[in-house]
């Protein structure tokens, strides 16, 4: 079964550092979203991505985040300097078609801001 | 209010037990809603959509009630490896709105 892969699946930074998380959608899928989900806490929904832009973001996704599907196959999120609060896991989400219930979900990459 | 209320559990259970999750959401604009499972550290993965007409898949049976906004999800015949967080799940303007999630232990 075709996957979404997310690397790494484990990243370690200091305060105030950027960080890029990468994300290998499932090749024929158009939509992309990221999620992030703090430990102990809800899956939140970040921002949704279609045709090279951002269809929609949440009130989380601030000026510190971007995305990118740099070169159409990766898609990436950007945290440009990073707090202690940044800490959690992310989801990378891909769909064929509109509709996020068709979405199929990364593994996720574990961020810890040290 | 929560958009997606769930009772956090945990749901302690004997295999072969039937258990039932509750659901309530507050946007009553959400169209479709759904069930998804995650492990431990993991991923979520869908388990099923829910509709008003209800659905049944094996031993997961899940229901919709428009009219309360809740949403159910009764699981028969439980199995150790049904072990897991239930989330609930609505869509609302093409994103997912999850509740925080139901943790239910299936005991030997």
């Known amino acids: 079964e075709p996957e979404v892969t997310q690397t790494p699946s484990h990243q370690v930074t200091q305060m105030g550092q950027e960080v890029i998380l990468r994300c290998v959608p499932i090749?024929?899928?158009?939509?992309f979203y990221w999620y992030r989900q703090i430990l102990g806490q809800k899956v939140e929904f970040l921002v949704s991505?279609?045709?090279?832009?951002?269809?929609?973001k949440s009130e989380i996704f601030d000026d510190q985040f971007s995305v990118e599907r740099p070169d159409g196959s990766n898609f990436t999120l950007k945290i440009r300097s990073t707090k202690l609060e940044d800490s959690a896991m992310y989801f990378c989400a891909s769909s064929e078609s509109e509709g996020p219930e068709r979405a199929f979900f990364g593994q996720g990459t574990r961020l810890t801001v040290v | 209010r929560k958009e997606v209320e769930q009772d956090p559990g945990p749901f302690n259970v004997p295999e072969g037990a039937t258990v039932a999750f509750n659901c309530t959401y507050s946007?009553?604009?959400?169209?479709?809603f759904f069930w998804y499972r995650q492990d431990c550290r993991k991923e979520p993965k869908l388990l099923m959509s829910v509709y008003s007409s209800g659905n049944e898949d094996g031993r997961f049976t899940a229901q919709l009630n428009r009219a309360s906004q809740y949403i159910s999800l009764l699981i028969r015949d439980s199995k150790l490896s049904d072990s897991a967080t239930y989330l609930c799940?609505?869509?609302?303007?093409?994103?997912?709105?999850f509740g925080s999630g139901t943790r239910l232990l299936v005991r030997p």
């Open positions: 946007n009553s604009a959400s169209q479709s």
């Open positions: 090749s024929n899928h158009l939509y």
């Open positions: 991505f279609y045709n090279n832009e951002i269809s929609e």
């Open positions: 799940v609505a869509d609302s303007s093409y994103k997912l709105i």
